[in-house]
């Protein structure tokens, strides 16, 4: 393959993206500049953190520039390479963008990983990547669940939410998950073990806070809030004193332009709880260690990380968008080339 | 004195309390509960947390009942007495009510104090009380702001703010005020020593994001919330990556029956921020400690606290509105007689 296909970010979306934000060129083959090397991305990670990253807005990340390729966190191989540490034939995850092949400068972020450990290279994306140790390092490291505790969790049928749950009930604790529609729900209880199933949808703050309220009488211990908007609303009306709040996500508010917000701050004064801002990026030299305790738990059975894999560079648009239409089941992952 | 003057809550005020929310009504002196004593009450402390109790919402204390007396911590003397514990003349502060005499019932809350050790009784409702303790507290516990950080203060002006900011000070952070107007902000800078004092009013959000921007290029580390709404967003977009945010009070929110809430919770995320929902209650064993700091403090001339005694039970309803208007200047308290 001598072209190099770019999914580019054209304009800055104004609420939800639309294909028009987006241009789809095909340049040459970059060469490996000097130190480092060029990677044939395979697999790209879909997230609705990119979605922030498409804001020209203070973050954790600059904001993709205009007319660079979308973000994206990838598992490939390096096709070229003028690298000491890195030879062509290496698999490597790092983090390059929505296209067939990505340069990597000397010393950006990229980690070698073995793929023969894993049935695909996609579960660096999902289970023993950033998706799988959010979800471990939010609950081992931040809110640190007892047995016992009961552990509210939104969006959680996603990558995240459906990990979170897991592992919560590994550690112990009773799980609550909120999740859109029967479909979901049912996923929750039967496929992922949570305690309770409740769907948002259709519902106003009040009738989804006493709906929490009714499952968990006493409050919540523990959240954790990928979702934000009016199900983070409803969430806050049933803190148990102390509760430790883990906040991951906000996909209800990354597509408007008019942010519903929280509106129910006070709770967290009155209950005395805690909002732990958090970020996988921080643990990245934690990485092996997580890793391999998510290995351990997929091989005894303990543990299901779904992937929802679409294929095709080309269907980069619509493959992102179901991350906001909830048609995703699983980690969104977006196939853009075999192996070599 | 036979007569026991009572200002009731008679109705659950929407939006701003209003003078029809309450009643005034005239009853005999109560006798002592076996047991208890009744407390003859001196000064009361008006807090912006009276309004939140006036609602029928969950919070850290139950709702104010229809018909009771507007539930307020008092300082006061000891008329009857039927308990071992406590004696007829004894100072006592406790959580009591807008009204002439108290019943406290056995077991209930109430500490005794010593007035000898302050020019005042009403002392013991600023300096050496819940509001002087919530900034000390907040700060040497919760956020710990090392010298050199940066704190920002909201509702700088008020009474814990102008503590936060000196207690601040006295812990080697730099310190910068928001509060609503020039008189305000000149008694930040001249009276309190804050560093740099900004003046909300009439400023857009990004207008006022811009002014921190200016004052602290760098971030802020430490944030002392006490307002909320629009004041509260202007923040969020400017935190240092893992600022500490104790969040005291939301009092611009507080009358409002749709609440602004907080849009840029996303900052809280990107940063990796905590947010400490704070309550004073916690502390009630450490009270003894804190205050003996505090009184040295002020005693070296380090620390002011400033009062604003309003006199005479009837004026209840406007002493308590200078709070939301802005008017008080310094910790507000209601002298409803002098000692025995």
Chains 1, 2 share one sequence.
């Not at 979800?135 to 969006?155: C, H, M, N, R, W």
């Not at 990928?226 to 509760?243: Q, R």
């Not at 260690?289 to 294929?311: C, F, N, P, Y």
Request: net charge negative.
């Amino acid at each position: 393959m001598t072209v190099n296909r770019r999914f580019l970010l054209a304009r800055r979306p104004h609420g939800a993206p639309v294909p028009e934000d987006f241009s789809f060129v095909e340049q040459k083959v970059p060469d490996a500049p000097e130190g480092g090397f060029v990677v044939r991305n395979c697999y790209a990670s879909l997230d609705p953190a990119q979605r922030g990253w498409m804001d020209d807005a203070p973050s954790y990340m600059p904001p993709i520039p205009l007319g660079d390729p979308v973000r994206a966190t990838t598992v490939g191989v390096i096709t070229a390479s003028k690298s000491s540490d890195f030879a062509v034939g290496d698999w490597v995850l790092g983090m390059n963008g929505l296209e067939d092949y990505s340069v990597n400068e000397a010393g950006g972020f990229t980690m070698k990983v073995d793929p023969s450990i894993a049935d695909s290279p996609s579960r660096f994306l999902s289970a023993m990547g950033a998706v799988g140790l959010t979800a471990y390092f939010g609950l081992i490291d931040v809110a640190k669940p007892q047995p016992g505790e009961t552990l509210l969790v939104s969006g959680a049928a996603g990558a995240v939410g459906s990990a979170v749950g897991q592992i919560g009930k590994i550690m112990g604790a009773r799980v609550i998950g909120i999740a859109g529609g029967a479909e979901k729900c049912r996923r929750l209880t039967q496929d992922y073990g949570f305690d309770v199933a409740i769907d948002y949808k259709g519902k106003s703050v009040d009738q989804l806070a006493a709906e929490i309220r009714a499952a968990a009488p006493g409050g919540v211990n523990v959240i954790f809030e990928n979702v934000g908007g009016d199900v983070f609303d409803a969430e806050l009306l049933n803190l148990a004193k102390h509760a430790r709040i883990v906040l991951c996500g906000l996909i209800s508010e990354y597509n408007s332009p008019t942010k519903i917000g929280v509106r129910n701050m006070w709770q967290v004064l009155a209950q005395q709880a805690t909002i732990y801002g958090y970020l996988i990026m921080d643990y990245a030299p934690r990485f092996a260690e997580g890793g391999a305790v998510m290995a351990e738990w997929m091989a005894q059975g303990k543990l299901r990380i779904d992937e929802d894999v679409q294929t095709g560079l080309e269907n980069a648009y619509p493959a992102f968008m179901r991350l906001f239409s909830g048609a995703n089941t699983g980690k969104l992952v977006l196939k853009i080339a075999d192996g070599l």
